[in-house]
């Protein structure tokens, strides 16, 4: 009597094995590497806003500091984004007057806020405070990026817990001077870092605590 | 048993929530919490938003009017000739950071009205802060204009305390003290250069 199963059953058996080993190890590692592509995090993403407002106009061409507009960066935990009231006294009456500027217009004039779609965005299960970063020496670029080069705010950074915690584990290369928070295009200074982390009694914080609380 | 299918029930369900609020796509992973974020649209209340205003015919306890002249800037109904607090080096460095985000924008890190937004505002310009006309103004009377505005200069009362309104006058009284050169080489910031290179020519252009 012939055997039941062929010879080559045989092969067919390990490379079944292997292709389930393979594909249980291999699913949870792509998935766990798709989640850190910009795809998944959303990064690079231009946001399109109900008002084309243009930082590169504004912080390159007029050479508006970031706190004039987002000025509750250096005390609170958000930095917040600036009601339309500030828009209107450097929009001159014949500019407030032109449909790009009609939203603002309207809430100015209503009292009702814009709505801005927001770009950077952390689960709810993470406590982020804009205030202690900004005080301790991190600039708005080593996060944000270059803002004043884009015409739309898209996510700079991946905001993943990886990226936060890999500068919390040692921030003294991403010191600055608090002269020069709001400098876009920042050249870091090696040695300036350590220096910088003493005078500003800064610390490494990775206790899960830090974050989610 | 019929009990403990029940009780199994209870259990799986207390952890259901309205479809509405899951985020599409998400293993319901509580990135969206029930609780409510500065800024956020309240979806409920008349006034869109979830930050409330105080109501009105109220003031915090930290407001101006019981403060006396550091809130208000006056003393006994006119404006205090003197900067009312300790004018320290502390002071006046925090004054300088102050001056060049919420008021170089305008009228010029230097003070000269200059800045590039002045250019293109049209009339009324940012006047100059170094003319006679405004060296003569009391200091709380210019600690008034930097708390409610003044014609086509907004209130910057929400952006600054009344300690860095302060710390701002007190800083721009050295600055009209001091000669441009001078004011120049105290700068370290690259963008305020930047502004003062602009407000030095303005500066050169009167002169001549």
């Known amino acids: 009597m ?3 199963f062929p010879h080559w059953t045989n092969t067919l058996a390990r490379a079944t094995l292997i292709a389930v080993l393979c594909t249980l190890v291999g699913v949870p590692v792509a998935l766990m590497a798709w989640v850190r592509t910009p795809n998944a995090t959303r990064q690079y993403e231009p946001v399109a806003q109900p008002v084309a407002f243009d930082h590169r106009i504004h912080v390159t061409g007029q050479r508006i500091d970031c706190r004039y507009c987002h000025y509750s960066a250096e005390r609170s935990s958000y930095a917040g984004i600036p009601p339309t009231s500030v828009c209107v006294p450097c929009h001159s009456t014949a500019w407030m007057s032109s449909d790009v500027l009609a939203p603002v217009r309207q809430s100015v004039s209503s009292g009702r806020p814009l709505r801005w779609n927001r770009v950077d965005a952390l689960p709810g299960f993470v406590y982020f405070n804009h205030a202690i970063h900004v005080n301790k020496g991190v600039g708005c670029e080593s996060c944000h990026g270059r803002v004043d080069r884009m015409a739309q705010v898209y996510q700079a950074a991946p905001l993943t817990m990886s990226w936060c915690v890999n500068c919390h584990r040692n921030p003294a290369p991403h010191l600055r001077p608090l002269s020069a928070i709001t400098t876009m295009g920042y050249v870091s200074q090696r040695e300036l870092g350590p220096q910088l982390a003493q005078k500003y009694h800064v610390r490494s ?5 830090t974050c989610h609380r | 048993m019929n009990r403990a299918c029940v009780l199994v029930v209870i259990i799986v369900a207390a952890a259901c929530t309205k479809s509405s609020e899951r985020e599409p796509g998400d293993f319901e992973r509580m990135r969206i919490q029930q609780r409510d974020e500065p800024y956020a ?3 409920r209340l008349a006034i869109d938003e979830r930050m409330r205003h105080p109501p009105a015919g109220t003031m915090s306890r930290e407001s101006e009017a019981d403060s006396g002249a550091i809130g208000s800037g006056t003393s006994a109904g006119q404006p205090v000739t003197q900067v009312p607090l300790a004018v320290t080096p502390e002071l006046l460095a925090l004054g300088h950071e102050k001056f060049d985000v ?6 010029g890190a230097g003070g000269f009205g200059g800045s590039i937004v002045a250019a293109n505002m049209g009339a009324p310009r940012p006047p100059s802060l170094r003319s006679a006309a405004v060296q003569a103004l009391p200091p709380g009377f210019v600690f008034n204009i930097a708390t409610k505005g ?12 009344a300690r860095e309104r302060w710390a701002v006058v007190a800083y721009l009284e050295q600055l009209q003290r001091s000669t441009s050169t001078s004011a120049e080489q105290r700068e370290d910031s690259v963008r305020a250069i930047g502004i003062r290179g602009i407000d030095s020519t303005l500066a050169a252009e009167q002169q001549r």
Do not use: D, E
């Not at chain 1, 914080?205 to 605590?209: I, P, S």
């Not at chain 2, 919420?102 to 009228?107: E, G, M, Q, Y």
């Not at chain 2, 003044?150 to 305390?161: D, E, H, K, S, V």
């Open chain 1, 2 to 4: 012939p055997a039941l």
């Open chain 1, 205 to 209: 914080l990775t206790t899960c605590t």
């Open chain 2, 41 to 43: 649209a309240s979806g």
């Open chain 2, 102 to 107: 919420f008021c170089a924008v305008c009228h």
């Open chain 2, 150 to 161: 003044i014609g086509r200069m907004p209130p910057y009362a929400p952006q600054l305390t």
